[in-house]
């Protein structure tokens, strides 16, 4: 809450408690937050931002293979269960039983939605690991460095790309990271790209298939 004087009442948000700051500790504050950014020096700012997009591929990479886990799971029992009823050496009740538990719990067939998430999710983990192994690569790569933060400098948008910026590998061009933010976006490829080498006639979607 800001005061008449300038002053601003801030409020703990795990005790509740209120401080209140005087109009000369709130511009300290701003000084000292705007001399840390001139301070810092944009391609430090810039890798920065590529070791937190590292971190949020990792974490999709560990969902998408949560989900495939999950379809793998029921897949896997479908089958199992349809060798029991189909295993000339099993028992009767062997055979009784399992036809049991496949109606008691839905899996008398493999379901689409299980087929459909399995291969969802192995595209996702895919792209996931291919975008987190780029991103490491390539900011070792000076020159990616600098082209990105030259373009977030240029069009003075540096806190919109560190707010609001995704990657993504280009549809066409599967050894260039696409970084976008809202009207700024800059393509980069590294020295690397080699590593990365695939088909060119190939899009990304058929490729992840």
């Known amino acids: 809450m800001t005061m008449p004087d300038g002053s601003m009442m801030i409020l703990d948000p795990s005790t509740g408690d209120e401080f209140l700051l005087t109009q000369d500790q709130v511009n300290n504050f701003n000084q000292a937050y705007e001399d840390g950014l001139v301070n810092s020096t944009p391609e430090a700012l810039a890798l920065v931002k590529l070791q937190d997009m590292i971190d949020i591929e990792q974490a999709e990479y560990e969902d998408q293979k949560d989900e495939l886990q999950e379809a793998a799971k029921e897949i896997a029992t479908v089958t199992a269960v349809a060798g029991m009823l189909t295993d000339a050496e099993a028992t009767q009740e062997t055979k009784i039983n399992a036809e049991q538990y496949a109606t008691d719990n839905d899996l008398r067939a493999i379901s689409q939605d299980s087929v459909d998430q399995f291969n969802v999710s192995i595209g ?42 995704v990657v993504s590998i280009d549809a066409l061009n599967h050894t260039q990271l696409n970084f976008d933010w809202q009207q700024s976006s800059v393509g980069v490829q590294s020295e690397m790209y080699g590593v990365y080498g695939i088909n060119p006639d190939l899009t990304l979607a058929e490729y992840l298939q």
């Not at 983990?125 to 990105?148: C, H, P, Q, R």
Request: proline letters at 0%; zero cysteines; glycine letters at 2%.
């Open 124 to 165: 996702g983990m895919l792209e996931a690991s291919m975008t987190k192994n780029m991103l490491e690569t390539y900011a070792l790569d000076s020159v990616v460095i600098d082209t990105i933060a030259n373009q977030f400098m240029h069009t003075a948008t540096i806190m919109d790309f560190f707010n609001n910026s």
